[in-house]
């Protein structure tokens, strides 16, 4: 089980630790809210004695986040959640902090994004911070021992969240999770604005190709869906949504969007993007009559929405036809371009960044709040999928709107008390 760590697997650790250091201080001169609880956690240090076991993408943002852990009292070991999110230079940065190991490299293979992920574990978390929920599979499948001195978890994705609640209503769930993904204060913005941004940001520089009149085929009108149909109207593209989710379907329609089923958006896009968090969502049937040059993204978390088998079954030629970006060429010479392997483009192609500075602060700012929640009344949490308490959310968008230096109402007694009676009518 023991894995060496980053700085051991790098050629100049130096160099690279220097170079990751300065994305983490750029990123956190961005990072209010970070900014803010990391004062708090210094002092008080309140996860003093506890072991924080994590697997996130890391990068500039996640590693903030893990300093803030690691500054509040914490031991913590990090690895990958995709095997070409990691930024090495990040990660051996990292790593130089003498309470944190970093796992994480890019480019692993299958077998050594697990080992990396047993490595962690092999450190005894007594909390877990997942982004995709492999950690806690991993815990529950293979170190059960473990589970009675975890205090809890906490899960960034939608995937993630998905999954556990799958895994609870089974009864399999052995330990309280947080579903960090729900909060409005990352929802609305990380899978609105974060994917909607980052993922038409990297598909443009990866390309150098332009949006405007494009037709672009968003697949899943869940909030990621939503950001980046949004976002690509707004770069004047046609935006054709596919839903199998009647409510969701209509809302999009009613958005202004061409609602259709794949079988049909397949003929007419120029770029397809999917956020369904499920399989095969373009499949050998799509790719039959799909155009030449077409763009082929995913902004899921796995790499199980375009179905890159049936691809490379019908391909007669493939090659990189520019970084990040796999041609596949068919019998009639049509060219079907896919983008980072398939994987979570914003966060998987070479150029990739991640979601913006401001919406991970966010976000992560719920995750901290989380990890001292369950340090400080963990107990109280049964096994199962939790939804954060409001006030912890609260709490992360009262320091943002601070930082930002945005005032708003609040009630009046009259307001408050009128807003909890029933008795009052015309
Ligand atoms: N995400 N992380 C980043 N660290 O740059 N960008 C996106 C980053 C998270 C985001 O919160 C989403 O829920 C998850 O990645 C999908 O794996």
């Known amino acids: 089980m023991s894995q060496p760590s980053i700085t051991d697997r790098l050629g100049d650790p130096e160099t690279a630790r220097e170079e990751g250091r300065r994305k983490m201080d750029w990123a956190m001169q961005h990072m209010p809210i970070l900014q803010s609880l990391s004062g708090e956690f210094a002092s008080e240090e309140p996860l003093d ?35 070409l999110s990691t930024h090495d230079d990040v990660s051996a940065a990292l790593d130089a902090h003498p309470r944190i190991t970093s796992y994480a490299e890019r480019g692993v293979d299958d077998e050594q994004y697990y080992a990396d992920i047993e ?41 993630g969240v998905h999954r556990l609640r799958a895994m609870d209503a089974d009864g399999e769930l052995k330990y309280p999770v947080f579903a960090v993904n729900d909060t409005p204060m990352k929802t609305l913005f990380d899978n609105v604005h974060g994917t909607g941004e980052s993922a038409l940001a990297t598909i443009a520089m990866t390309t150098n190709l332009s949006w405007a009149s494009k037709t672009v085929v968003v697949a899943g009108y869940g909030y990621c869906g939503k950001g980046v149909a949004k976002k690509a109207a ?25 609602v ?85 483009v914003n966060l998987a192609a070479p150029i990739a960044l991640g979601h913006p500075v401001e919406v991970m602060d966010q976000s992560f700012g719920v995750q ?59």
């Open 49 to 83: 004695g506890e072991v924080v076991g994590m697997a996130m993408h890391v990068e500039a943002k996640t590693a903030n986040l893990v300093e803030l852990l690691a500054e509040g009292g914490a031991e913590v070991a990090i690895t990958g959640c995709n095997p």
């Open 119 to 159: 490595a962690v574990i092999g450190h005894e978390p007594t909390i877990t911070v997942d982004d995709g929920m492999d950690m806690v599979a991993a815990i529950h499948e293979s170190f059960p021992e473990l589970i009675d001195t975890i205090v809890g978890g906490c899960e960034e994705t939608t995937t």
């Open 234 to 258: 707004g770069q004047n593209a046609n935006v054709v949504v596919t839903e199998v989710e009647p409510r969701r379907a209509l809302e999009a329609h009613m958005e202004g969007y061409d």
């Open 260 to 344: 259709m089923p794949m079988a049909d958006a397949a003929e007419v896009g120029d770029v397809f993007i999917t956020t369904t968090g499920n399989r095969d969502v373009i499949t050998r049937e799509h790719f039959e009559v799909m155009q030449d040059g077409v763009l082929l993204a995913n902004a899921g978390h796995f790499d199980v929405e375009v179905n890159l088998d049936h691809l490379s079954d019908m391909a007669v030629d493939q090659y990189e036809a520019r970084d990040g970006v796999d041609a596949y060429e068919l019998k009639d010479g049509r060219r079907l371009n896919v983008l980072a392997e398939g994987r979570l």
């Open 368 to 426: 901290a709040v989380c990890v001292r929640e369950l340090v400080e009344h963990g107990e109280e949490y049964g096994a199962g999928v939790h939804d954060v308490p409001d006030d912890l959310d609260r709490e992360v968008a009262e320091i943002k709107l601070a930082a930002e230096g945005v005032e708003y109402d609040s009630l009046t007694d009259e307001q408050a008390e009128y807003m909890d009676s029933w008795d009052h009518g015309t």
